[in-house]
C-alpha cells in the first residue's frame, strides 16, 4: 500500500509541475508551489527527486512522450500532403482551444532551461528530434510513392516546417491569437507543396 501510495504522489508532483511549468515558466515555479498543487509533503517530494533539476527532466520526458503519442497517430500514416495539412489543423485546433496562450508545451520548456541546464538542453534536442523525424519519415513515404519531387530533401523540409511550428507557437503565445500560427503554418506547407506532384 506504502508503494502505492508513493507512486500516486510521485504522478501526482509531476503532472502538477507540468501544467504550472506550462502556464507560468520553468523559472517562476518553485518546489512549494509544486507541492501546494500536488498536496505533497517535502519528504515525498524528496523521496522521488534530488532536486527540481530531476523534476524538469522528468517533465520533459512526460511532454515529449504526451506530444509524439498524439502526433505519431497522424505523421506515422502520413503518405501525402492532404496527410500533412490534417495533422497541421489539429495542432492549430488543439492550439486555439486556449486562444494559443501557453505555446508549445514542449518548447515552453527550451527557453528556459537550455541555456542552464545542458542535460536539459541535451534531452530537449533529442525529443525534438525524435518529433522532428516523424515528419520527415512521411515525407520520405511521400516521396517514394512518387507524392513529393525526387529532388525534395525531406530532412531539410522537416526542419522548416519545424521551424515554423515552434515560431508559430510563440507568436500564439504572444497574441493570444492562433492566427499567426496559423498563417506561419500555410506558409511553410506551401514551401512543401512546391515540390509535390501535380
Known sequence: MASTSGATARVRMIQAAAELFYVKGVNAVTLDDVRAASRTSASQF??????KDEL??????????????????HLERMSSFRALERWTESIIRLNSLQDGAYGCALGALVGSRAAQDPTARDLLA?????????ITAG???????????EEADPAKLAVSVMAALQGSYLLAQMTRDVEPMRIAM?????????????
Not at 57 to 73: G, M, S
Open 56 to 73: 524538469v527532466l522528468t517533465v520533459i520526458e512526460l511532454r515529449a512522450q504526451q506530444i509524439l503519442d498524439r502526433d505519431r497517430q
Open 139 to 149: 515525407l520520405i513515404r511521400m516521396r517514394e510513392n512518387g507524392s513529393l519531387k
Open 186 to 198: 500555410n506558409m511553410a506547407l506551401a514551401h512543401v507543396k512546391t515540390y509535390t506532384v501535380d
Open 126 to 134: 533529442e525529443k525534438f528530434g525524435e518529433w522532428q523525424e516523424l
Open 46 to 51: 524528496h523521496r522521488h527527486f534530488a532536486d
